[in-house]
């Protein structure tokens, strides 16, 4: 490098533009084939399209689509950038707060992610960054201006890398595909519907679901956890929806608790009487890495399969939890949503907390899967006040032992026989008093 971004007088995304030339060299004379699918771009002013309410710009971005696109969504940024011309501990707290935002803002705004990578890099010290459900993790630093091999290979090889990757290698979910909405959809124009793959590991068979609207994605919220979501979907058959809405729900889980699908079946067997009160799960299988061995579950500790443990340094980065940055990106509303079933009024979900400083966590996360029957209505949609008061007094008053509720209104529901809905997978009980069929919702008279 002739000219380091600190001495050459320009704005970054003109000081760093020599990142662009060297991603082009490398592919150029790379020794195989490099597709042109995956250009990188130092946009610096350019805010990436998002279904959420975002305009934070990250300095610069690896991404899928025409290196002469002036709009690039969330979706399609594979490595989101932050670069500084100088050096300095204000610049790098800075940078680091960024790039876990931007990291975060990928796999909130992309179903079809299972983790991202970001880089950051203050003046010619860089930083590779690692972001999936459990943890976020950075690489040692490395100079991308000195002589020693080890340092100039870095970024090579980190560009090298995302260039030859399949989209599976670098973090893409192969069994969900984005798809243009279907004829007659429910679904708003402005939300994408996803082709979902369940493998079933009862039947060995694999079942494609269409989403027609997203129910709940308040989940993918917090930037490690469970990173739920849910959707209302259709079956698929010959790649046209059809038949009853279900509910579809995608969460990461840990290995060692009981499947959602088997809680369900064993409470359902133990309560026949009430078995109607009860979620019905119809299909479920734990998500593979590839879809050719689909008894090869995904997991956070073994990225596609195969185990790579990291060794943690114990060095901690200073990362302020919220700064005045990412509070003002927040704040400002210029696309579409917010979550789905996170009114201003009802407090979201508890916010994972990182794991302990200088290790990983202790508790990987499986990938799963699951469709119901019901659908639901959250007591906070309710416009019934007669509805509203059962389902919270089913909810206070019953007296299953095997049911363990955290009340609130987004996972209270109403469960109507005409229209069933119910999407928490909370079930129902019965209060002894009344005789009453009660629970996180409540079987109204037809």
Known sequence: MRETPSISGRYENEAFRFLEIIASQVREHAMINVPNTTPLKVAGNITPLSTRNNTSRPDGYFYFGDHDSGNVDWENI????ELKNKDDPKNRTDHFVKVVWSMHQVMRDDPCRRYVHGLTCEGTTARLWFNNRCDIVASDEFDVNKARVQDWRSPIIIMLSTLLATPSEIGY???????????????????????????SPDTGERT?????????DVGVDGKVGRGTRVWEVKKLANNEPTGPLYVL???????????????????????????????????????????????????TDKTLGSEKPFDPTGVVLNLHPESFVITMLRSITSTPRDSVEKPDDVPGPPQPRFCAFGCLSKRPRQYCRIVFREIGTPVHNLRIFADTFIAIQGGMKGEEESCEVEL???????????????????GFRKNKETGRDYGPGVCEED
């Open 173 to 199: 979910d192969p069994t969900i595909l984005k798809v243009a909405p279907s004829p007659g959809s429910t679904n708003q124009d402005r939300e994408p519907c996803y082709d979902i793959t369940i493998h």
């Open 78 to 81: 594979i490595t989101p950038m």
């Open 208 to 216: 494609m679901y269409r989403t027609t609207r997203v129910i709940s």
């Open 408 to 426: 609130s209104t987004t996972n209270t529901t109403n469960l109507r026989k005409d229209f069933i809905e119910h999407p928490t997978g909370a």
């Open 249 to 299: 729900k995608d969460v990461w889980s840990h290995p060692d608790r009981e499947a959602e699908h088997v809680k369900l079946k064993t409470i359902r067997g133990e309560q026949e009487a009430y078995a109607e009160h009860f979620l019905t799960p119809l299909d479920y299988g734990f998500v593979p890495p590839n879809p050719e061995i689909p008894a090869l579950p995904d997991s």
